[in-house]
């Protein structure tokens, strides 16, 4: 089946520095969706990207469908504390697959 | 927004009995209901798909006898742990969409950890 490599799995960062991260597949996506997952939660959608190429923000976050539709890449600037959680990339076809996920932690 | 709630968040039960857990789509109509596990430190799994007034389709490997699953309403899923065991012990989680081709407007439930003792 469909796979997505995420990475990396976890980053330790200090609170204002931009994060970058991203999915990779050997699959061709027709849609990435970017989810931010708190402890004991559901996920919660952050952007979706809908074409080959395509590059979206939302508010500090920025994320980019790759031109190949095989990866896309999240950015977070200036990072804060309620940024800490896990994010997961998840690629679309017919089915949704989730990649497996970065955890991002701020250093105090 | 749209939002699903999902009950309970948290639920212990001994080993052979069998739990059920809600999802309700509040402010919209959920015509398909994904149902995900996820395990400690894992990605989410889907389990099956349920679209409302049909049968569920589960994803291979996934025992439809021990996960029930039903949608008998526009505003209501419900999936049931059957015989549970130790190994079921995992986070659930309900993803509620307005149709099945539009998923990407579908919303995540709070999630339902299970502990099998």
């Known amino acids: 089946g469909q796979q997505l490599n995420q990475s990396p799995q976890s980053m330790f960062i200090q609170e204002g520095e931009d994060v970058s991260m991203n999915c990779t597949s050997s699959s061709i996506f027709n849609t990435w969706l970017w989810y931010k997952q708190d402890p004991g939660e559901g996920p919660v959608l952050l952007i979706a990207?809908?074409?080959?190429?395509e590059l979206t923000s939302n508010g500090r976050l920025t994320a980019q469908f790759g031109i190949t539709r095989k990866d896309s890449f999240l950015n977070i600037s200036a990072s804060i504390p309620s940024d800490v959680g896990i994010y997961f990339c998840?690629?679309?076809?017919?089915?949704?697959?989730f990649g497996t996920g970065t955890r991002l932690t701020i250093i105090p | 927004g749209a939002v699903v709630s999902q009950h309970p968040s948290w639920v212990i039960c001994k080993s052979g009995t069998s739990v059920k857990i809600e999802c309700r789509s509040l402010?919209?109509?959920?015509?398909?209901m994904f149902w995900y596990r996820q395990f400690p430190k894992q990605s989410l799994m889907l389990m099956a798909t349920?679209?409302?007034?049909?049968?569920?389709?589960?994803e291979q490997g996934v025992e439809k006898d021990k996960f029930l699953i039903n949608h008998a309403s526009l505003t209501l899923s419900t999936l049931t742990v059957t015989s549970a065991h130790p190994e079921d012990s995992s986070f659930y989680i309900c993803?509620?969409?307005?149709?099945?081709?539009?998923?990407?407007?579908?919303?995540f439930g709070q999630g339902t950890r299970l502990t099998v003792v």
């Open positions: 402010d919209f109509q959920a015509t398909t």
């Open positions: 990207l809908y074409k080959a190429g």
């Open positions: 998840a690629g679309q076809v017919k089915k949704l697959t």
């Open positions: 349920s679209n409302e007034g049909s049968k569920a389709t589960y």
């Open positions: 993803r509620g969409g307005r149709s099945p081709a539009l998923n990407t407007e579908a919303f």
